[in-house]
């Protein structure tokens, strides 16, 4: 099993729906993050926590909203989906020692909003 | 606004060949430079990292060099493989203040290795 598992994998939703993408993870890991992957733009984080009472936002957070339910799960929302947040997202962990620890990644989650 | 300078965007190796790509940066308080690897379908996983106090880091095939001074560092890919056909990208991590722990990553490298 994986230890980062993100859900769902694809979806397609329309304009003004809200949406919730899951992320849990068995690796023990305190913090855990969230990003969005668009071609040519990289990596770009959206919200990230680094513990459960602890939530921080990233570079582009506006138009969504996380929810920290337990160490393991970690819940990212989009209010109201617009087109331009169709993108690939991806939910990662990394332990606590040190800032240079790895981020382990989930396989992501493809959303499309039409 | 902190930022990683990826370059190219795409690349294309013969098999055998020698894979190169570069990335620049212009906050001097990043303090470890990551490289992860992107196989189609699935999540970025750690490849190879660097801390700024040495010029080189090699695992196999995989080196990663330094230049302190000029504020870049380069993924170097010997005898490239098909099978490292993938997106690569490179990260910088900044010390201290509300940004420890968290990564700035660089746009991205598609890799293509025709065999």
């Known amino acids: 099993d994986a230890d980062v598992t993100q859900t769902p994998r694809n979806r397609i939703t329309k304009t003004g729906k809200r949406i919730m993408l899951e992320c849990s993870q068995t690796?023990?890991?305190?913090?855990m993050y969230w990003y969005r992957q668009d071609p040519g733009l990289g990596l770009r984080l959206i919200y990230y926590?680094?513990?459960?009472?602890?939530?921080n936002k990233g570079e582009i957070s506006d138009g969504y909203s996380v929810s920290r339910q337990a160490q393991a799960k970690f819940s990212l929302s989009l209010e109201s989906a617009i087109p331009n947040q169709t993108a690939l997202y991806f939910c990662?962990?990394?332990?606590?020692?040190?800032?240079?620890?790895?981020?382990?990644f989930g396989d992501g989650t493809r959303l499309s909003i039409l | 606004q902190q930022q990683v300078k990826q370059s190219p965007q795409s690349l294309i190796v013969q098999k055998g060949g020698i894979s190169i790509i570069n990335c620049a940066y212009e906050?001097?308080?990043?303090?470890?430079f990551p490289w992860y690897q992107q196989f189609p379908g699935k999540g970025p996983a750690l490849l190879i990292a660097?801390?700024?106090?040495?010029s080189e880091k090699k695992e196999g095939r995989f080196t990663i060099s330094f230049n302190k001074s000029a504020k870049q560092f380069s993924l170097h890919i010997m005898d490239s493989q098909p099978g490292d056909s993938a997106t690569y990208f490179c990260?910088?991590?900044?010390?201290?203040?509300?940004?420890?722990?968290?990564?700035?990553f660089g746009q991205g490298t598609i890799l293509t290795v025709h065999p």
């Open positions: 990662a962990t990394s332990d606590r020692t040190g800032g240079n620890q790895p981020q382990h």
């Open positions: 690796k023990g890991h305190d913090r």
């Open positions: 926590s680094f513990d459960v009472k602890d939530i």
């Open positions: 906050n001097t308080a990043f303090d470890y």
């Open positions: 660097i801390r700024p106090d040495v």
């Open positions: 990260a910088a991590h900044r010390a201290g203040g509300t940004s420890y722990g968290k990564l700035t």
